[in-house]
């Protein structure tokens, strides 16, 4: 990863462990994941036992973080994690043993006063127990009271739970759910709170390690099911919810690697009984053949995909030309830390601010294109107010946003005018969106 930049899953997926048991295969993604999410922190606990950072680089200071990791946040024996930290420097660059040895000693030490400070009522230290960068923590404790962002830290370091999307495009729901239930495969329809209903065709399963066997390795294989998170699958549904009996067509800006619009299409089915015309947007030519990919695997229809900068739309797509328009935006990503734990030390405080310009540029543009009577919906998978709130109130405060209303949501038993999940133990990421509805 640290040579590559790479993801962590993505390493993880590609990376040949067969030579491993199932339970040191987990270890290795706890290890990982957990270094990967945390190492900024590791870092700055590491550098206060070497007498310059430059010391350590590369390999060492990988080997040096595993150690650190295992001391700081799994509560390994110090004894065990220094000897072991010591013989992994030793594998990897045997010269750099004593320098090992001393520096994980002095972390150790460290250990009993970590992390450094009162973090009930110091940011620094509540930004050191859960791993986080100080500017991100003092974000989320402005914007949600020091409590909640505890709570929000606390949950982006624990195991992401797996949520499966059963495909209608692909085969008959019930024939799915009937399969699932016959191999005894043991999952259960997700709801967003208390007092709503199941989420159509979602299901969390109950031991997360089942996704690599049987049945469901090949439901996932044919597309008969899909991984996705719960709030995602939320938000799609919005999308081509209450349209219009007859024939109508859809816009999908930032396609991606298609989950959404497997989503939609296989909700389309699930309430029309047929798909939709479909448009996809993207950017970046090489997603556009993994996208293609995925939705003749998972048997869903695409009218076209059109490679463009979505800010600019004018002469590759007709104006009021879509009943539903779907912008899902380049965010930060931080509503998906347990899934994607590099964000956090990749990410910068200016680069919130750049993405959330963006996401404006593109909800205006999109706007554009939406018929009277159509609806567009902003969706992002972030956590902070400004990608998601603060782009709504711009909205609609320009005059693109001047023709749209905001559609109010049935969430939890309350109307409320945003959809928004938070992170929390053992539920779906954090995610947002806003409906909208053109005059006319």
């Keep these: 990863m640290r040579e590559r930049e790479a993801y962590a ?53 990988d080997a040096l973080r595993i150690s650190t990791y295992e001391m700081l946040f799994l509560g390994k024996e110090a004894h065990a994690a220094v000897d072991q930290g010591v013989e992994l420097v030793k ?33 620094a230290a509540l930004a050191r127990l859960h791993g986080f960068p100080l500017w991100l923590c003092e974000e989320l404790v402005a914007q949600r009271g020091r409590e909640a962002a505890a709570a929000f830290m606390q949950a982006s370091n624990e195991p992401a739970p797996v949520f499966l999307a059963v495909n209608c495009c692909a085969r008959g729901e019930q ?34 390690q089942d996704i690599a066997d049987e049945p469901i390795a090949g439901m996932l294989r ?25 024939a109508v067509s859809v816009l999908e800006i930032g396609a991606g690697r298609a989950t959404k619009t497997v989503l939609m299409q296989s909700h389309a089915v699930r309430t029309r009984g047929a798909q939709v015309a479909l448009t996809c947007v993207e950017r970046h030519g090489f997603k556009k053949s993994v996208l293609l990919n995925r939705v003749q695997a998972c048997k869903v229809d695409v009218e076209q995909v059109v490679l463009v900068d979505a800010r ?3 002469g590759r797509l007709e104006p009021a030309s879509f ?27 200016e680069d919130v601010d750049e993405l959330a310009k963006t996401s404006q540029a593109l909800l205006c543009e999109a706007s554009r294109h939406v018929k009277p009577g159509g609806r567009l919906v902003y969706s992002t998978c972030t956590a902070l107010a400004q990608e998601n709130e603060y782009v709504v109130k711009s909205f609609l405060e320009s005059e693109q946003g001047s023709a749209f209303d905001i559609v109010a949501l049935h969430v939890g038993g309350a109307q409320r005018l945003t959809f928004k999940t938070n ?18």
């Excluded at 004593?98 to 940011?123: G, I």
């Excluded at 328009?325 to 405080?349: F, M, Q, Y």
């Excluded at 992170?423 to 006319?440: E, I, N, Q, W």
């Design 423 to 440: 992170l929390a133990s053992g539920g779906p990421d954090a995610h947002f969106a806003c409906v909208f509805k053109a005059r006319g």
């Design 9 to 61: 899953h993505d390493v993880l997926e590609h990376y040949d462990l067969g030579h491993l048991d199932q339970k040191d295969r987990a270890f290795v993604r706890v290890l990982v994941l957990g270094v990967v999410a945390t190492q900024g922190t590791l870092d700055e606990v590491i550098d206060r036992g070497l007498d310059s950072p430059d010391q350590a680089h590369g390999v060492v200071r």
């Design 91 to 123: 594998h990897a660059k045997p010269k750099a043993a004593r320098l090992a040895n001393f520096a994980l000693h002095r972390v150790a030490e460290a250990r009993a006063e970590f992390p450094f400070a009162d973090p009930d009522h110091d940011d």
């Design 323 to 349: 009943d539903a328009v779907l912008v899902d935006a380049p965010c930060s990503g931080l509503g998906t830390l347990r899934r994607h734990p590099e964000i956090r030390w990749r990410l910068k405080r």
């Design 175 to 208: 024939e799915t759910l009937q399969e699932l239930h016959d191999f005894g495969v043991m999952a259960k329809p997700v709801h967003l709170g208390p007092d709503e209903g199941a989420i159509p065709g979602c299901l969390k399963l109950a031991r997360a």
């Design 312 to 314: 600019d739309l004018g």
């Design 222 to 246: 044919d597309g008969r099911v899909i991984v996705s998170d719960a709030s995602a699958q939320a938000i799609a549904q919005l999308v081509v919810s209450d349209l219009p009996d007859e």
